[in-house]
């Protein structure tokens, strides 16, 4: 005596009520090294309503088709920036975009992002990635020698001032859509470079100069292309290039 | 199996796990073992606020934060908790001030608050304005503080560790903590921590139900560890339904929405709230919300084709105030609904949002065995664990304040305990037995049962049976299920075999955790006779303070055959100033 599922509720109507449900091929990028050496992409058939999103077609692959499909996921509403990846050739969180958006008349390719070492499936190794985000030195430094009993004061214009870098969730799809970071690895890459700016640009903050000469590294924002892949690419709607140019212009006139 | 030695051991990277952490870290040799990066932890999905009467923009005193918070949670407060709760909130929320967390400020510069659901002034007369936020992604912003300043400090986590199993030795007599067992994700390999003090921080475990505002990976992994282990959980029949979740998705919209002046209305248009809460209106707390709204969609004032939602109305606010107060639930509306918040109102239907029981602790975040021995070397902080500061019913704003409160509290005592003894606890023979045989039991498994229908099920008898509105029945149609749903879990198989990255493993394991504490949950809500907080039984609709003013303790039997059972018992609640009285908004 299951409850019925959604799904069944749904099948159930009378005929006249049309179907939300269309057929859509998912071509996923598939790895698994204790398979195979070698990569290879899949196709994978999934009846869903075109307003869910990439996530839960992904989802319904591994619940009810194949459980070895293995991705990351979590809080499933572009929050925790779990689940980055390249769809149609285009980084966004799968929890992000809506299979209606994305034209599902077509097969929607899914893969991993790009420029991180993939380990299986959609999963890549997040090391290099957050090593660069720790070596911008991601916290407020001050040199406060009498530390204020209540809180720091910030004019509310000071505190817009970095307010659009605030919002990163290091889901790394703008570090892993830059050509510069595909090429090289040791390029910081976007991310690291936001987490910088959102400290650099924090009237509290006194630190600025330190940040400044570490990106004033050979892999620091000099190898910045301008290309706005990064900008394109963040869910969160951050101005990525724009960020890193006021970087870049802080390192000229040392003003910030 | 590898086996690592440290003083303090830490489970899970939300945010009591950092704010431990970073207190631990600097008194102890620290461990933080998470199941995902810390940054992908839920407390970053919280937006609202954190409470702490800093009076920045009005009169206000931690007197009358501890009034609301008592009586936000229907009087089953433990009362010298929620006065520690509100008494360091004013630091906690400075402390992170400090860390460098960018508050939203007043034109003078201070932090500046904003009104939540049931935080009022001088006892109730009106609402007060609070909560310090960060546009509406304050739990954001805590959650990447943390993290920063645990970068600072040089934490050292292990990142996609799932711990499975709490280690347990007896020394003259005595249980004491000895230590987890983890399962890295990235190789398939087991873990033994060995550890003085461990401190569970691994939050809820809301995915028993289906709409909800919880993440995936929030499967209730400490309070299931610790409850295999024999040890207590508390007032699990208290969940809490946050009025505003996108209708059919669950994803939260802040009651902050309500606080800068949204409306919910019916499907004529109705501020209904108010024939509920004549002061507090649509800030009243969010049991009395969550209950308005279902009164309304049953007497068949909803709104849509099947009449199943209401509307969150912002469209009296100016737009500039939405895009600076409250731009993320706005896009979710645009992103999810294809609904412009400008010009249209939002649907929503409350959302399984919150765990107000968990494993019982001290004011100082010790486990307790029953209802006054503590375990030495345990800890747990945050949504895992019930201090208690919510009662019946946690006030928004308040687990964001809990978290830090606590979770530094517990990150101090754990790392003193560690650091004042001198040798670690022995660990039992083969301490990594449980979880290997677990492990290889599931992966070797032919069963036919496959974990996704287990679950779907699951949540659906959840949704259908013990959510806003219960009944005798209905709680006894979920303990049913579940326990059918625990028989045919024995029978389940997953299709990945392998040892990298295995998630469909992991899937069947929590699986085990949710089917645990459901039946905890069902069992304790079937006992408790009277409707308090956010346990309403439309058969007990009234409050009893003479037979349930007391916390419920569960604990896990295993019979001599091996037949599992549920014990109920009961702990005192602690009251200090405040004398129950009729809760009204």
């Known amino acids: 005596m299951a409850t019925p599922t959604l799904d069944k509720v749904e099948d159930a109507k009378p005929a006249e009520a049309p179907s939300p449900y269309i057929m859509v091929t998912f071509r996923i990028r598939r790895f698994n090294p204790e398979v195979s050496a070698e990569a290879s992409w899949e196709d994978f058939p999934v009846e869903i309503d075109p307003k869910e999103r990439v996530l839960d077609a992904l989802h319904k692959i591994k619940w009810d088709v194949d459980g070895t499909l293995t991705f990351r996921r979590s809080c499933a509403h572009g929050i925790c920036g779990s689940d980055a990846m390249r769809i149609n050739g285009r980084n966004r969180l799968a929890c992000k975009t809506l299979i209606k958006d994305i034209n599902p008349e077509k097969p929607i390719t ?19 990635f957050f090593q660069a985000y720790r070596d911008v030195m991601p916290f ?81 924002v000099w190898r910045c292309r301008t290309t706005f892949n990064c900008t394109d690419a963040c869910p969160r709607g951050i101005e990525v290039t724009k960020a890193i140019q006021e970087v870049k212009r802080a390192l000229i006139t040392r003003r910030y | 199996m590898k086996i690592h030695k440290y003083d303090t051991v830490i489970v899970g990277a939300g945010g009591a796990g950092m704010r431990a952490a970073i207190e631990a870290t600097k008194r102890s040799r620290t461990a933080v073992l998470t199941k995902l990066y810390p940054t992908r932890s839920h407390t970053g999905a919280a937006q609202g606020g954190m409470a702490a009467a800093l009076a920045n923009v009005e009169e206000d005193n931690w007197e009358w934060h501890t009034f609301d918070t008592v009586k936000g949670g229907d009087y089953l407060v433990d009362q010298d908790a929620a006065e520690i709760l509100a008494k360091e909130a004013i630091d906690s929320v400075l402390d992170l001030e400090k860390m460098g967390l960018p508050f939203n400020r007043t034109p003078n510069g201070t932090i500046d608050q904003r009104r939540f ?186 709104c849509g084709p099947e009449g ?113 003894k001198a040798t670690h606890v022995e660990l039992p023979e083969n301490p990594a037995s449980l979880v290997v045989e677990q492990i290889e039991r599931m992966r070797d498994s032919t069963g036919t049962e496959s974990v996704s229908v287990l679950r779907r099920e699951l949540q659906e008898t959840m949704d259908a049976n013990v959510m806003v509105f219960r009944t005798e029945q209905t709680i006894k149609t979920a303990v049913e299920k579940i326990a059918e749903l625990r028989e045919r879990y024995k029978n389940v198989s997953v299709q990945d075999k392998g040892k990298r990255f295995n998630t469909d493993l992991l899937e ?78």
């Open chain 2, 117 to 302: 659901g049931g935080h009022s002034r001088n006892h109730g007369e009106a609402p007060v304005r609070r909560s310090c936020y960060a546009a509406d992604r304050t739990g954001h912003m805590i959650l990447q503080t943390l993290y920063q300043n645990c970068v600072k400090e040089g934490v050292e986590f292990f990142n996609e560790f799932y711990v499975l199993d709490q280690l347990i030795t007896e020394v003259d007599g005595v249980k004491h903590s000895a230590g987890v067992v983890a399962y890295e994700l990235a190789t398939g390999e087991i873990h033994v921590f060995q550890a003085k003090a461990v401190i569970y921080a691994s939050g809820g475990c809301g995915k028993f139900f289906k709409v909800t505002s919880n993440a995936h990976t929030l499967t209730g992994d400490g309070q299931a560890a610790v409850y295999r282990r024999g040890l207590p959980l508390e007032d699990m029949e208290f969940f809490q339904f946050h009025p505003t979740g996108i209708w059919r998705m669950g994803i939260l919209l802040t009651e902050g929405a309500r606080g800068e002046g949204g409306i919910l209305r019916n499907k004529d248009g109705e501020r209904f709230m108010e024939k509920y809460a004549p002061v507090m209106k649509d800030l009243a707390s969010r049991d009395v919300v969550s209950r308005s709204i279902y009164t309304e969609i049953r007497e068949g004032r909803g």
């Open chain 1, 140 to 220: 407020l430094i001050t040199k406060d020698t009498n530390e204020p009993t209540r809180e720091r004061l910030q004019t509310a214009e000071d505190r817009e001032r970095f307010d659009d870098t605030t919002k990163c969730i290091l889901c790394a799809a703008c570090t892993s859509s830059c050509p510069v970071f595909w090429n090289d690895g040791q390029y910081f890459g976007p991310a690291a470079i936001v987490n910088a700016h959102r400290f650099i640009f924090d009237s509290r903050d006194e630190a600025g100069e330190q940040r400044l000469e570490i990106l004033n590294d050979k892999d620091g």
């Open chain 2, 308 to 420: 199943d939602h209401v509307f969150l109305d912002l469209t009296h606010l100016p737009p500039e105030q939405l895009d600076a107060k409250l731009p993320d639930i706005t896009e979710f509306a645009r992103t999810y609904l294809g609904i412009e918040p400008y010009t249209d109102p939002i649907p929503i239907q409350p959302t399984a949002h919150y765990a107000m029981g968990g494993i019982p602790t001290n004011v100082e975040g010790e486990v307790l065995l029953d209802n006054t021995t503590v375990v030495p070397g345990l800890y747990a902080a945050g949504e895992v664990a019930c201090v208690s500061v919510h009662g019946a019913n946690r006030l928004g704003t308040n687990s964001l304040l809990d978290i830090n409160v606590f979770g530094r509290r517990a990150g101090i005592a754990a790392a003193e305990y560690s650091a004042k």
């Open chain 2, 508 to 585: 069947a394991v929590e699986l085990g955790n949710l089917l645990d504490l459901a039946e905890v949950m069902a069992v304790s809500a079937l006992a408790r006779k009277e409707s308090r907080g956010g346990h309403y039984r439309e058969d007990y609709p009234n409050r009893d303070d003479v037979n349930f003013m007391r916390h419920t303790m569960a604990y896990r039997e295993v019979g001599d055959d091996g037949t599992e059972s549920i014990r109920l018992d009961y702990k005192p609640v602690v009251q200090t100033r405040y004398q129950p009285m009729e809760r009204k908004y």
């Open chain 1, 110 to 128: 899914v893969e991993p992002i790009k420029g991180l070492t993939v380990l299986k499936d959609l999963v890549v190794d997040m090391e290099p």
